[in-house]
């Protein structure tokens, strides 16, 4: 599904109608997980427990988890990771910074919102 601004606001499911010509933009959370090869983790994540009958232990789509189950084995195998794969040292604070970015505009927009309306 595209996500660039003409395709959202006609909500396209797909793009054959040529809006934006037929590319596809990444959000800011797949940037993320492939700048930091969080991607790799998740996949090996998948493949490691795809096996595994036990739905706690399912842990590809949120590896930083801590509230699941074999949260220590998560997080080893993480650290394992990190040494062979360093940009996933970035992962968490990126995310946070994200986040933070993501808060103060959604405060900025709400402000703006308020004073229009008022």
Not at 28 to 42: P, S
Not at 64 to 81: I, N, V, Y
Not at 94 to 100: E, N
Request: proline share 3%; glycine share 6%.
């Amino acid at each position: 599904r595209c996500i660039c601004p003409d395709c959202a606001q006609k909500k396209v499911e797909n793009t054959h109608d040529g809006t934006c010509g037929n590319r596809l933009m990444c959000t800011g959370e797949d940037a993320l997980e492939y700048a930091t090869c969080m991607c790799c983790v998740k996949g090996v994540f998948y493949h490691c427990s795809k096996d595994n009958c036990d739905d706690d232990f399912r842990s590809a789509d949120n590896p930083c988890s801590c509230s699941r189950k074999h949260c220590f084995l998560r997080w080893t195998a993480l650290g394992l990771m990190g040494m062979f794969l360093p940009c996933l040292l970035c992962y968490l604070p990126v995310r946070g910074c994200m986040r933070l970015t993501t808060a103060c505009n959604h405060r900025e927009h709400q402000k703006r919102m308020f004073v229009v309306e008022v």
